[in-house]
């Protein structure tokens, strides 16, 4: 018979060994060439696996191609919507996973002022500019080399970039690491500018291409929200979200009222809204919640942002096939855009977008990953 003391130090060396080897664990990285943009450029894809979850970061616009997460029963699927090819996602134009700037989300009538200065931003989204313009971050190649645990990307933008004030520079960080992709943003300018940066993933935590996201259960950390014009444009309100269809203090299902009597609802068809967040500004907190029951995943987004854009794929229409050939319907993905709120330069009232020289820009995102039992 094996002695209390052997079965005692047996286990020791288990836990030990355990122990081991999280320490020792690393996120695997690989490199691959994944075809050419238009202008002729080579395209890499950087895989990220840290055991839990798998990453794929293209370096055309920075794009989240793929996000691989267990569900409950250990089951990897892809939760992000996108495309098999850099052809296709030079011909969409959905932003699929996209790094988004200079500005993301709008500007209205694609003009804004500094410094005495009117600057003209070129209109996308009739007569506003979205998500930075004609030829955004998200459809440049960046310059990337490997971290520790990711891929550092890095962009050079010059000054008059899509109207935009200033040489800029911008860095962004992937890194992987316990069922977490964080995002790391940085960036400096040599002249007055402004500046909004985000990720742009359509997340469908049953698996890309899966049907409908309204039984996803959410909660967003804001009781306010910015109410917007029949442009998408906000008012300049920070308006409570008690008693209306945008109050996520709680957890609701994203379709539980998504098609109910509400102005604000009718100008997004659906949800297309930045919520105030009740962190404060540059403190890393949790900004929101999803819960898909039939899988037990769940997405927490915590952010050092002020804002996050709520989308629920309301302008998808099929008409665009994505990965796996799977058609993309509307609603068939939710984005959780953190940001600064739409239209800043243009309303002084909110946080300020502004970036001088020989300030640092820095921002942090991170898309955590875990699971529920039933």
Known sequence: MVSKTAKRLFAIIVVLMMLTATLSAKTRIEKRAFGHAPEGTAVELYSLKDGKIEVGIMTYGGIVVSLRVPDRN????????????????????????????????RIAHGTFQLDGHTYHIPKNDGDNALHGGLVGFDKVVWRAKEIPDGVELTHLSKDGDQGFPG????????????????IDYSATTDKHTVLNLTNHSYFNLAGQGNGEILGTMLKIDASRMTPVDATLIPTGELKSVEGTPFDFQKQHAIGERINADDPQLRLGHGYDHNFVLDHSEGQLSEAAEAYEPTTGRILHVLTTEPGVQLYTGNFLDGSITGKEGRVYKARYAF???TQHFPDSPNHPQFPSTELKPGQKFHSVTVYEFSTRSR
């Not at 699927?77 to 996209?98: I, M, N, P, R």
């Not at 040489?167 to 964080?182: K, P």
């Open 335 to 337: 984005c959780l855009e």
């Open 167 to 182: 040489t800029l520079t911008t860095q962004v960080r992937y890194t992987v690491n316990g069922g977490a992709l964080r």
């Open 74 to 105: 250990g089951k990897l699927d892809d939760v992000v919507l996108g495309c098999d090819s850099v052809e296709k996602y030079v011909a969409q134009t959905a932003h699929f996973g996209g790094i988004i700037g200079r500005y993301a989300n």
